[in-house]
């Protein structure tokens, strides 16, 4: 074996690692996890189970960007001052990762036909 074909061997054996190396990468779609007994009650919904972080960032940008968005209507004093900062770090933390997240659900089915009831 010559050593330029040993060379492309190992470029190319470093490649596909570097390739697969995203399959057991962590997940940093979320920065933190539904509560428990939240978590439990929306886990059997998933299509799959791979799609939890997915869920994991819906329930990030429910509890801290809708909230926020709405207290800017409940203090207009301020509206000028902190809508700003609102738009830049919702924009900052999330958009990326939200319109990642929605580009995929439109390709896959996240949670199964059905099963809308969660109480």
């Given at each position: ?6 060379s ?8 596909v ?9 962590e ?12 978590e439990?009650?929306?886990r059997p919904?998933?299509q799959d ?11 990030n940008v429910?509890v801290?960007?809708?909230p ?6 409940a ?6 001052l ?10 900052v933390?999330f958009?990326?990762r939200y319109?990642?997240?929605l ?7 996240l ?9």
């Amino acid at each position: 074996m010559s050593r330029a074909s040993h060379s492309d061997g190992a470029k190319q054996a470093r490649a596909v690692e570097a390739a697969n190396a995203d399959l057991t990468a962590e997940r940093k779609e979320f920065y933190f996890r539904l509560p428990g007994w939240l978590e439990a009650r929306l886990r059997p919904l998933l299509q799959d189970q791979r799609d939890l972080p997915i869920l994991y960032l819906f329930f990030n940008v429910s509890v801290t960007v809708l909230p926020a968005g709405l207290s800017l209507f409940a203090c207009p004093a301020w509206t000028k001052l902190l809508g700003p900062l609102y738009l830049t770090c919702s924009y900052v933390l999330f958009l990326e990762r939200y319109l990642l997240a929605l580009h995929y659900s439109q390709h896959r089915r996240l949670f199964k036909r059905g099963r809308y009831v969660i109480a």
